[in-house]
């Protein structure tokens, strides 16, 4: 089956509303973990709106399976990821004013800066993913710059519906055929739930999903374990 890293940020957010301690995110990795989860994934954003330095090196720490921090490929952020060594590090688009990170990183146009980024990180132990949408020009960039992996953006699928649904998610099914036919590991995210995850959730092709904030949706009604339970339960039936 495909493996369910947890992506913790919003409980994050929920701490920072109040600027408080509480939520822990650290706390719900654990929890996450207990649950089944196989990852625990974090961006530490530029303007730090929610996970912290701090809880990245607690989660170095005390995460058991995988932990992948998400971050732009910036000086800075090359710097932290080489000084905590998470497992893995996927690099991600980032602007300021966006609410969420709101598509795939343009691998295409950045080549060198890219695959710098890539080599020290590599260099450094830490395995390479890049988040890109289904294009192939893009998976193809990913792969000349050296990446271990690649995370599909499934957010235009998640927010499409009708026919446009249907076609969103035939462009997903050939990027993962394409990258998986030119070695890349191959992940999905943005936007999954526990509804239109379970089309993709049959893929063999595919080895991991990340889900953030429907899992912390649904953990405010029924409690983080359960959440995260219930997704692995979705993932172990359908694949």
Same mark, same amino acid.
């Given at each position: 089956? %495909?493996? =369910? !890293?947890?992506?913790?940020?919003? +409980?994050?957010?929920? $701490?920072?509303? @109040? *600027?408080? &301690?509480?939520?822990?995110?650290?706390?719900?990795?654990?929890? %996450?973990? =207990? !649950?089944?989860?196989?990852?625990? +994934?974090?961006?530490? $954003?530029?303007? @730090? *709106?929610? &996970?912290?330095?701090?809880?990245?090196?607690?989660?170095?720490?005390?995460?058991?399976?995988?932990?992948?921090?998400?971050?732009?490929?910036?000086?800075?952020?090359?710097?932290?990821?080489?000084?905590?060594?998470?497992?893995?590090?996927?690099?991600?688009?980032?602007?300021?004013?966006?609410?969420?990170?709101?598509?795939?990183?343009?691998?295409?146009?950045?080549?060198?800066?890219?695959?710098?980024?890539?080599?020290?990180?590599?260099?450094?132990?830490?395995?390479?993913?890049?988040?890109?949408?289904?294009?192939?020009?893009?998976?193809?960039?990913?792969?000349?710059?050296?990446?271990?992996?690649?995370?599909?953006?499934?957010?235009?699928?998640?927010?499409?519906?009708?026919?446009?649904?249907?076609?969103?998610?035939?462009?997903?099914?050939?990027?993962?055929?394409?990258?998986?036919?030119?070695?890349?590991?191959?992940?999905?995210?943005?936007?999954?739930?526990?509804?239109?995850?379970?089309?993709?959730?049959?893929?063999?092709?595919?080895?991991?999903?990340?889900?953030?904030?429907?899992?912390?949706?649904?953990?405010?009604?029924?409690?983080?374990?359960?959440?995260?339970?219930?997704?692995?339960?979705?993932?172990?039936?359908?694949?």
């Amino acid at each position: 089956m %495909a493996k =369910l !890293a947890v992506n913790v940020d919003h +409980v994050a957010t929920v $701490r920072e509303a @109040r *600027r408080t &301690i509480e939520p822990d995110p650290v706390v719900a990795a654990a929890l %996450a973990e =207990l !649950a089944g989860a196989e990852g625990i +994934v974090v961006h530490l $954003r530029q303007d @730090r *709106r929610h &996970i912290k330095e701090r809880d990245v090196y607690l989660l170095r720490q005390t995460v058991k399976t995988s932990l992948n921090l998400e971050m732009a490929a910036t000086e800075e952020m090359i710097k932290i990821a080489l000084d905590i060594k998470p497992d893995i590090s996927t690099l991600v688009p980032e602007r300021r004013e966006e609410i969420t990170t709101e598509g795939g990183l343009d691998v295409l146009n950045q080549k060198e800066k890219i695959k710098e980024a890539v080599k020290r990180l590599q260099t450094g132990g830490i395995k390479v993913s890049i988040f890109i949408d289904p294009d192939q020009k893009q998976i193809e960039a990913a792969k000349e710059v050296g990446a271990n992996m690649i995370e599909l953006h499934t957010g235009c699928y998640c927010d499409a519906k009708g026919e446009e649904k249907e076609k969103e998610l035939k462009r997903l099914l050939e990027a993962v055929k394409i990258a998986h036919s030119i070695g890349l590991i191959v992940k999905a995210g943005h936007g999954l739930n526990y509804i239109n995850i379970k089309p993709l959730a049959k893929v063999k092709e595919i080895y991991e999903f990340s889900i953030g904030h429907s899992i912390v949706a649904r953990a405010i009604l029924v409690g983080f374990e359960r959440a995260v339970r219930e997704m692995v339960e979705i993932l172990n039936n359908l694949t």
